[in-house]
C-alpha cells in the first residue's frame, strides 16, 4: 500500500529562561496546518496546535525534570507524520524526573502520565500511568552495574456515546485494562577499547480484558563496543528471547 500524498506547513518557536544558575524554564508552541490527502475532493487543511512547557535544575546534587505536554488533535508534521514520540496528536500529560548521586549508587525514578483520544467520539479515552527506577553503581573503575525496572499501567477513561452502543465483547476490545511489568539487570566491564556488556530481562504483561494475551517475555544479552579510531566504532550483539503464556494462556516461542 502507498500512503496518500500530503501537504502542510508547520511553525513553533522555543523560549528558555535561566531562572537562577540552577534552574531553567523552557516553554514550545507550535501550530501547523495539514492537508493528509490532497487527493480527496473534501479535505481540507486542518489547522493544529502543541504546547509543552516545564522546568529542569537541582536540589543538592539530585537533577529534577518536570514538564506538562498537550498537543491538539489535529497536530501534523507534515514532513514527518511521527516525528517523535511527543508530537502525537490528541494528547496532553506530564512527564517526570529525579536523579540523585548517593553512596550506594545513582538512583533514578521517573513517572509520566498521558491521557489520549481526548477528543475523539469513536473511541475511549486512555489513561496511562508510566513507573521507571533505574540504580546503577561502578564496581571498579572499569566494571558497572545497573538495574532497571517498570510498571506501566493502561486504563480506560471517558467512554463516548458510540462506544457504549457497541455489543460488550466489541466495548471490551476497545477499553483497555493492562498491566505490565518488568525488570533488566546488566553488567558493564571495559576492557582496553572494548566495552563488554551482559544483561538479562524479564517482563509480564497482563491483559484484564483479554486474557489470552497475557505472556511472560524473558531474555539475555551479550553484547561488545569497540571503540577504534575517532571516527570508527564496531558494535556486536547476541540475544536469546523466549516469550511464554502464562496460566490463563497456553504455548510459547523461542527466537
Keep these: 500500500t502507498f500512503s496518500p500524498p500530503s501537504a502542510g506547513d508547520a511553525y513553533g518557536g522555543l523560549l528558555v529562561i535561566h531562572l537562577n544558575p540552577q534552574w531553567q524554564w523552557a516553554s514550545e508552541y507550535a501550530w501547523s496546518y495539514d492537508n493528509v490527502n490532497t487527493l480527496a475532493p473534501g479535505s481540507q487543511r486542518m489547522f493544529g496546535r502543541a504546547w509543552r ?21 489535529d497536530f501534523g508534521s507534515p514532513a514527518n507524520p511521527s516525528l517523535s514520540a511527543l508530537s ?31 477528543n475523539d467520539l469513536n473511541l475511549p479515552e486512555q ?20 538495574l532497571n525496572s517498570h510498571q506501566t499501567l493502561t486504563l480506560t477513561g471517558t467512554v463516548p456515546a458510540a462506544v457504549l452502543l457497541l455489543p460488550p465483547d466489541q466495548q471490551m476490545q476497545l477499553e483497555p485494562d493492562q498491566r505490565d511489568v518488568g525488570a533488566n539487570l546488566s553488567v558493564t566491564r571495559q576492557v582496553g577499547k572494548v566495552a563488554l556488556s551482559l544483561g538479562g530481562s524479564r517482563d509480564w504483561f497482563r491483559n484484564n480484558n483479554l486474557t489470552g494475551q497475557n505472556v511472560i ?10 571503540s577504534g579510531p575517532a571516527y570508527f566504532q ?22
Excluded: C, M
Aim: aromatic share 8%.
Design 127 to 146: 489513561l496511562l500511568h508510566n513507573f521507571t527506577e533505574v540504580w546503577s553503581k561502578p564496581l571498579n573503575p572499569t566494571t558497572v552495574i545497573s
Design 53 to 73: 512547557t516545564g522546568v529542569t535544575g537541582t536540589i543538592r546534587r539530585a537533577a529534577v525534570n518536570i514538564a506538562y505536554r498537550d498537543v491538539g488533535p
Design 217 to 226: 517475555t524473558s531474555s539475555v544479552l551479550v553484547g561488545a563496543n569497540w
Design 88 to 118: 502525537n496528536p490528541d494528547r496532553r500529560g506530564v512527564d517526570s524526573s529525579l536523579s540523585d548521586p548517593t553512596r550506594i549508587g545513582t538512583i533514578t525514578l521517573g513517572y509520566s502520565f498521558l491521557q489520549s483520544n481526548i
Design 234 to 255: 564496531l558494535n556486536s550483539n547476541f540475544s536469546v528471547n523466549w516469550v511464554a503464556g502464562d496460566k490463563s494462556t497456553v504455548g510459547g516461542t523461542r527466537s
